[in-house]
């Protein structure tokens, strides 16, 4: 699985952005797909996830109620939508996927080449 985010970009605080994340192969739909972020000199950190089956989603307290993660396995593509964004939302963000379990741990095999989103005050 192949794995491309785009997307990002220079935002005001409060303001929206979109994220999206195509994935190659005929199996998509059977992937967990998430984000994560990491901002410089801070760990990576996840962000959301959204399951294979039923879309069960996940998300991390820090983005819970302004980020929606959604998935259309028609079109292969997974989507962040980011609302009332934060200085603190700053980060390069990495789509992610794997075919095990959704978690909030880095367990993911794929890996995107990461989009940066930058927040302003």
């Known amino acids: 699985v192949q794995l491309q985010a785009f997307g990002g970009g220079l935002v005001q605080a409060g303001g929206s952005l979109r994220l999206s994340c195509a994935a190659s192969?005929?199996?998509?739909?059977?992937?967990?797909m998430g984000w994560f972020r990491q901002a410089p000199g801070k760990e990576r950190e996840f962000v959301a996830a959204?399951?294979?089956?039923?879309?069960?989603?996940l998300y991390s307290d820090s983005v819970k109620g302004r980020f929606t993660i959604s998935r259309d396995n028609a079109k292969n593509t997974v989507y962040l939508q980011m609302n009332s964004l934060k200085p603190e939302d700053t980060a390069i963000y990495y789509c992610?996927?794997?075919?095990?379990?959704?978690?909030?741990?880095?367990?993911?095999?794929?890996w995107g080449q990461g989009t940066q989103v930058t927040v302003s005050s």
């Open positions: 992610v996927a794997n075919s095990m379990r959704v978690t909030t741990r880095p367990e993911y095999d794929y």
């Open positions: 192969g005929r199996t998509f739909r059977t992937y967990n």
């Open positions: 959204v399951g294979w089956g039923v879309g069960s989603t």
